[in-house]
């Protein structure tokens, strides 16, 4: 069955932190993998997507690291601000086509001051 | 100057009755998509329209419609609502032809409630 399951379910961390967010997936075949941010009351922007190849890939200070052969993917981020303060979904395609791609429920973080 | 846009906001209504929900994307996408994200902020597609092609998530109840009178705009018609439809309901737009391969440009949503 395909899945994308990511860990924790929340997250509260104090400005200026780093964090990490993980995504695991069972989704096969792999075509591609995205994580969004989604802050209150907003639609999901994108913060990155990888391919099969991609191990790693940088959106200032959000960093996504994949690794296909385990199916984990982890969402770093670095020096947290207020503004982090969303949810962070991730999202796996497994080829073309609308039924193809398998969401993650998200992770909550919150950064306080 | 918004990229996806949707109207309306926010949409309070009777339970049986019919509503639609208008999207437009000014980036000059070919792929859009309606998906519904619930209370627990689950996301789910319901739609993708492609080239006048329509890929329909096998769950959605036929309820659901969408229209698409060109290729800047898709429109969601709900028929016959029901408590079960309460939720957030998001427009977005991809510059792909092919369903799943790049990234995605979601409006603002639209929280619909069933009274």
């Known amino acids: 069955k395909n899945q994308v399951e990511q860990s924790p379910q929340s997250l509260i961390i104090l400005e200026g932190k780093n964090c990490t967010l993980q995504?695991?997936?069972?989704?096969?075949?792999?075509?591609?993998l995205r994580w969004y941010k989604q802050d209150t009351g907003r639609g999901p922007v994108s913060l990155t997507i990888m391919t099969f190849s991609e191990n790693t890939k940088s959106n200032g200070r959000y960093t996504a690291t994949l690794d296909a052969d385990t199916k984990q993917s982890s969402l770093h981020i670095t020096a947290s601000q207020l503004s982090d303060s969303a949810s962070y979904i991730c999202v796996v395609s497994a080829g073309t086509g609308a039924n193809n791609l398998f969401f993650g429920t998200g992770t909550r973080l919150t950064v306080i001051p | 100057d918004t990229a996806v846009s949707q109207t309306p906001k926010y949409l309070v209504t009777q339970m049986g009755n019919d509503k639609s929900i208008k999207c437009e994307q000014n980036l000059g996408h070919d792929t859009m998509y309606w998906y519904k994200q619930d209370s627990k902020k689950f996301l789910k597609i319901m739609f993708s329209y492609n080239n006048k092609e329509l890929i329909i998530n096998e769950t959605v109840p036929n309820r659901f419609s969408p229209k698409s009178p060109d290729k800047a705009h898709l429109n969601l018609h709900i028929n016959s609502l029901e408590l079960g439809d309460s939720a957030v309901y998001f427009c977005?737009?991809?510059?792909?032809?092919?369903?799943?391969?790049?990234?995605?440009?979601f409006g603002p949503g639209t929280r619909l409630t069933v009274l």
């Open positions: 995504c695991n997936y069972t989704v096969s075949p792999f075509s591609n």
């Open positions: 977005a737009s991809s510059q792909d032809r092919m369903v799943g391969l790049g990234e995605q440009f």
